[in-house]
């Protein structure tokens, strides 16, 4: 079955750093566009970020842009989101997804999630 997992989450002080990572199983990870969406308490999934198969082409929230890199590896079958300049606003629970379509940004548009990662920014 298809499994999306998740690491690198943490507390980290507002200006730190993070590397979130999201290895696949299950699935031809180099036929799916893979994207980073957040979910902060009370509220809905967001999109964050997201790469084509190849990773010839990322996507970025406006709220990310300069700040979050979004990556993968093909042969580790592995998704990344370096997160620098983290701001209390970035806190939220952090998932990965998988997508096989053409859509980008909605979490609908998305086949696979994995459990999330929690990061919490602390001013």
């Known amino acids: 079955q298809v499994q999306l997992v998740e690491s690198g989450g943490g507390l980290v002080q507002a200006g730190g750093s993070l590397r979130l990572s999201c290895v696949a199983s299950?699935?031809?990870?180099?036929?799916?566009?893979m994207g980073w969406f957040r979910q902060g308490p009370g509220e809905e999934r967001e999109f964050v970020a997201a790469?084509?198969?190849?990773?010839?082409?990322?996507y970025y929230t406006d709220s990310v842009k300069g700040r979050f890199t979004i990556s993968r590896d093909n042969a580790k079958n592995t998704v990344y989101l370096q997160m620098n300049g983290l701001k209390p606003e970035d806190t939220a629970v952090y998932y990965c997804?998988?997508?096989?379509?053409?859509?980008?940004?909605?979490?609908?548009?998305?086949?696979?999630w994995g459990q999330g990662t929690q990061v919490t920014v602390s001013s």
């Open positions: 997804g998988s997508n096989l379509g053409a859509g980008i940004y909605g979490p609908n548009l998305y086949d696979y």
């Open positions: 299950g699935l031809v990870f180099t036929d799916y566009t």
């Open positions: 790469i084509r198969p190849t990773g010839g082409s990322t």
